[in-house]
């Protein structure tokens, strides 16, 4: 066993155990799944999941931490004291608990905890997960949503998503970044060009198939663009 102490001075025991999980049985259901800020994961079967941000309802009190911490001298006692006080509070956005309506589907509890529960009740439900390869470090980059995308932990959902399939037996793949999944209708395939972000909602001008964008980017993504 192996002691361990992160930033924000708290104590861990960490150990591994050898384990010989059996595969899950067989559901024949595939699920696509496309991320997103205001929604944190809409299926393709329709059903949209609310993103939690703890970030935001802490972003305040982090920020006058933080130049608190700017305005202290390296290597003194007062910055170090401020430095774990913005480690603690980190620490409380990692592990902070939500309110119930934050879940359409009744999920809550801390973030870590939500991103395990929502990836386990999946890889149970269905045997092919398939997820877009997002480019989560260069989305960060974009200074209006890099709090955004930070707050709501695609990468680790996607990490413990792949491990729980490859531990249970199941399929995880991804697509391609630049399949047009947003543009193409997904039910005759025709290609109705790029849309801004603000356009939630439109029909397809070959087929006349009215689309939910999150919904028809998701059933995309299922069937690999």
């Known amino acids: 066993m192996t002691i361990v102490k992160d930033s924000a001075n708290r104590y861990y025991a960490s150990f591994v155990v050898e384990i010989n999980p059996e595969s899950l049985p067989k559901t024949d259901n595939s699920i696509g799944i496309d991320l997103g800020i205001s929604t944190f994961a809409t299926l393709s079967n329709g059903e949209k999941i609310l993103a939690p941000k703890p970030l935001k309802k802490n972003l305040k009190k982090l920020a006058k931490f ?3 911490f700017a305005k202290t001298e390296p290597g003194s006692k007062p910055r ?4 774990l006080k913005i480690a603690r509070l980190h620490a409380k956005i990692k592990d902070i608990s939500f309110p119930s309506e934050c879940c359409a589907n009744g999920m809550l509890r801390k973030r870590t905890d939500f991103l395990h529960k929502l990836s386990t009740n999946l890889v149970k439900k269905y045997d092919t997960i398939v997820l877009e390869d997002l480019n989560v470090s260069g989305m960060v980059k974009n200074r209006k949503l890099s709090k955004a995308i930070s707050d709501l932990g695609w990468r680790q959902f ?5 491990t729980k399939c490859e531990k249970y ?4 793949r991804v697509i391609n970044r630049w399949e047009p999944t947003s543009q193409k209708c997904s039910y005759c395939g025709f290609r109705g060009g790029k849309k801004e972000l603000n ?3 439109w029909t397809c001008l070959n087929c006349g198939t009215f689309h939910d964008r999150d919904v028809n980017a998701a059933i995309n993504i299922r069937m690999g663009c």
């Not at 170090?80 to 430095?83: F, G, H, N, P």
């Not at 996607?158 to 792949?162: D, F, I, S, W």
Request: glycine share 6%; hydrophobic share 15%.
């Open 158 to 162: 996607r990490t413990l998503t792949e």
């Open 66 to 68: 933080q130049r608190k």
């Open 199 to 201: 356009v939630r909602e």
């Open 80 to 83: 170090e004291r401020r430095r």
């Open 169 to 172: 037996g199941r399929e995880f």
